[in-house]
């Protein structure tokens, strides 16, 4: 059973437009999210993330929105930019008894910004 | 570069062969944790490490899988007997101690390949 799913495995857009990733998640212990962006042969970089206790959390071109009644979280990039092309990872945090905030993450979405 | 280093990049190896994998993290995180990642998914959860104590597994961590962190510094996965369904990226990522959650940093993986 997937908790964390990202139903769009691409998405295109041009550039200087806006790019809207959509994730959805199930398990309610979830508390903190985050978004990573993963170029090739690279490991997943951390990009923005939102605490279940906001709905809103802005970084420059970045902006990712919750809605908790819906289980829903979006990563809204704007204006979209060519470099801004690679897969992005939905990632959500429980804290586990153990103290580990392990991460849960979606299959992702693969951006391409045309030119 | 202080982020977090993994070695080697690439293994290949037979069938039934063991396998060690080293991870650097940046120094100071206390907080470590290796991750999986095969091809169209998104990482999955192996285990976590609060300075040298290993404190969560996944089920995923089958008996043929060993993690230690000694110090509290770098950390090795062995796979021992290795069979064809343990193809993956190896990821570690590591995050200092904090209050919440703090966002995790990934190193660029070690891929294996069984033939």
């Known amino acids: 059973d997937q908790q964390v799913k990202q139903n769009s495995p691409s998405l295109s857009v041009q550039e200087g437009r806006i790019s809207i990733l959509n994730c959805d998640y199930t398990n309610s212990m979830f508390d903190y999210f985050l978004w990573y962006k993963k170029y090739p042969a690279e490991g997943p970089t951390f990009l923005i993330s939102?605490?279940?206790?906001?709905d809103k959390n802005e970084d420059g071109r970045f902006t990712v929105f919750l809605n908790k009644s819906a289980k829903h979280l979006s990563l809204h990039i704007v204006p979209s930019q060519p470099g801004d092309s690679a897969v992005y990872f939905c990632a959500a945090s429980a804290h586990s008894g153990a103290g580990s905030y392990q991460l849960t993450f979606g299959k992702g979405t693969k951006l391409s910004v045309i030119p | 570069d202080t982020g977090v280093s993994q070695d080697p990049r690439h293994k290949i190896t037979k069938r039934g062969q063991n396998v060690t994998f080293r991870c650097d993290p940046i120094s100071e995180h206390n907080r470590l944790y290796w991750y999986r990642q095969t091809l169209g998914q998104g990482p999955e959860f192996l285990t976590y490490?609060?300075?040298?104590?290993?404190?969560?597994k996944s089920r995923l961590l089958s008996d043929r899988f060993s993690a230690e962190r000694p110090k509290g510094s770098f950390s090795t996965l062995e796979i021992q007997r290795t069979e064809q369904g343990d193809s993956a990226m190896y990821l570690c990522?590591?995050?200092?101690f904090g209050e919440g959650v703090q966002p995790q940093h990934f190193g660029d993986g070690t891929r294996l390949s069984i033939l």
């Open positions: 990522a590591s995050s200092p």
């Open positions: 490490f609060q300075n040298e104590a290993q404190l969560e």
């Open positions: 939102i605490s279940s206790i906001k």
